[in-house]
Nanobody
Framework: VQLQASGGGLVQAGGSLRLSCAAS????????MDWYRQAPGKQREWVAS???????KYADSVKGRFTISRDNAENTMYLQMNNLKPEDTAVYYC???????WGQGTLVTVSS
């Protein structure tokens, strides 16, 4: 079982990034998935979730700027991040909800 997160990088405030989370070893289409993030010196916080039928939920801090989606044919989940702010700087992790299955994290750095 593996989750591989990618797509992080350095971007200026107001810019965009798209994160990917490729899954293997799970029945991806049956699993609810989410993104978390952890900023330096802070606790990991929930960002967004997507159900197996693609229902979505967002943290207030990212609502209207981030979009979570999934492609079951590709066993991949995405996080489109627009209008990025310096406070979005963090390591972003993907997770199978209800499990301890986590991706390795991908670093997003937003410069002001």
């Amino acid at each position: 079982v593996q989750l591989q997160a990618s797509g992080g990088g350095l971007v200026q405030a107001g810019g965009s990034l798209r994160l990917s989370c490729a899954a293997s070893g799970i029945i991806f289409e049956a699993d609810d998935m989410d993104w978390y993030r952890q900023a330096p010196g802070k606790q990991r916080e929930w960002v967004a979730s997507i159900g197996s039928r693609s229902s979505t939920k967002y943290a207030d801090s990212v609502k209207g700027r981030f979009t979570i989606s999934r492609d079951n044919a590709e066993n991949t989940m995405y996080l489109q991040m627009n209008n990025l702010k310096p406070e979005d700087t963090a390591v972003y992790y993907c997770n199978v909800i209800g499990t301890q299955i986590w991706g390795q994290g991908t670093l997003v750095t937003v410069s002001s």
